[in-house]
């Protein structure tokens, strides 16, 4: 017998895992001792909107424990054979471990280049970033073995549902130490803390199925023969050739686009977004969005937000919107290159730090970009004028420049600042002097929109750090819709964020596995 059930329940029920199981049991019509009782928690929500938060929760609860293969599905990587095919992955991040394990349920032999280090190794070198203000291009909060993702949040939600299968990604997740509430929490989280065991258990999956991993090994060239891809170069001067190239690079190997640009191999800019991070206290976020005081008790999460608002100037409109929201969490340096200042956001899993922020950006269209001048990697260049320019107002070192919020609508440069979670440090600058005027002023009737929204968001106990620059890649790879192969060149296959089809873990992996089943349609013919 199966009963499924859709409670609305309080949060010190629905966060405490024997509390939640009792009343689901109870809900059910079993006693709380039937030992065989099996529950398949679906769905937790948070519903903030009424002035008493609430908690959703969906679940189904059998009476005996069923045939849990259609619920929590094993994923088995069979050892690759001697004559497999070759299926060389440029990156090491979501895209390239998930199209590597697909590759071996497909039966081909993935080879992951990765031009960072492997992800316990990586650690030292993101110290360097936030002690030293050392940044060593090829290992970074964005290159080395897990990706951007791995050292920036682990956030898991994604509204790509369409470009794939978002509960596989999870289990498989699940599969290798992801914490089972994945699964049903509305918006999962792993937490930076928690990934990088979990990617090293990827690691060695792929290794002992007889996959290959090199780690720094950087791409410089490609081998294309009769607008044929065969093989990729490294800076050592290593050959790696196969049957495809699956291209899962990432959004900053910048590197990649100026090589494929050189070589005459065609690349599109697109429209991305760019502008800051802004950091409050969490407590504050907390009494917005639960109607509270700002404690929240021990059971609700560390509160969220989502904004978004159209915002004109010169007549024009683009969208002011938050993104990557961060709570109790931590503001990181992310630049790849000496020279440049970049933030993004990070989470643990606990959630437990007491600040809050968001990149809040703005929309770049084509339109906003100097196309005559540089073409295809116009929206890079805009990135790299932004960062340089950020680096060089805050000192020439990873200090960032910040404002208080209400000081930077109102066109004041701030006396002080606050206390942060950006390791290197803050200076305080005024940044519309370091934004362009079409993000700065734009982001100035953006908050103050926001302030409307959420009474108390505007705030100069709140400021904003530069600059937000990396949201998603500024150049597209072009693909065919069905093949997901490159319009001119054979057998490369561009993917996820870094040839502009993705935006996070899920839709990355996701992209991935569509990849390497689309290189496994190609060889096996």
Known sequence: MKKELDLVLAPQVAFDPALLEQELLQQAGLPATHASAYIHKIKRSIDARGRKVQVKVR???YDQTPDLSSILPTYVYPEVKPNAKRVVIVGAGSAGLFAALRCLELGLKPVILERGKDVRTRRRDLAA????????????????????GTYSDGKLYTRSKKRGDVQRVLQILVQHGATPDILF????????????????????????????????????????ENQQIKA??????????????????????????????????????????????????????????????GDRGNYLPAASYALVQQVA???????????????????????????????????????????????????INLEDMDLKQHGALAGLRLQQALEQKACAAAGGTQMAPAQRLHDFVKGKVS??????????GLASVDMLEVLPPMIGQRLRGGFQEFGNKMRGYLTNEAQIVGVESRTSSPVRI??????????????????????????????????????????ALLVQR
């Open 59 to 61: 679940a189904d609860v």
């Open 129 to 148: 970033i936030n002690k030293e203000h050392l940044v060593n291009p090829d290992s970074n909060y964005c290159f080395g073995e897990g990706g951007a």
């Open 185 to 224: 929490d509305a918006h999962p989280h792993i937490g930076t803390n928690k990934l990088p065991v979990l990617i090293a258990q990827i690691r060695e999956t792929i290794l002992q199925a007889g996959g290959e991993i090199h780690f720094n090994t950087r791409v410089t060239d490609f081998l294309v």
């Open 232 to 293: 990729a170069v490294t800076a050592s001067g290593a050959v790696f050739d196969g049957e495809a190239v699956i291209l899962a690079t990432g959004h900053s190997a910048r590197d990649i686009y100026e090589l494929l640009h050189k070589k005459g191999i065609l690349i599109e800019a697109k429209p991305f977004a760019m502008g800051v991070r802004v950091e409050h206290q969490q407590s504050l976020i907390d009494g917005i969005q639960y109607h509270c005081d």
């Open 313 to 363: 100037w010169r007549g024009q409109e683009r969208g002011v919107f938050s993104f990557c929201m961060c709570p109790g969490g931590f503001i990181v340096p992310s630049a790849t290159a000496p020279g440049e200042v970049v933030v993004n956001g990070m989470s643990p899993s606990r959630r437990d730090s007491k600040f809050a922020n968001s990149g809040i950006v703005v929309a």
């Open 415 to 424: 006396a002080s600042l606050l206390e942060t979670s950006y390791q290197p």
């Open 478 to 519: 072009p693909r065919d819709k069905e093949t997901l192969r490159h319009p001119q060149i054979q057998n490369l296959f561009p993917c996820a964020e870094g040839a502009g089809y993705a935006g996070g873990i899920v839709s990355a992996a996701m992209d991935g596995e569509r990849c390497a089943e689309q290189v």
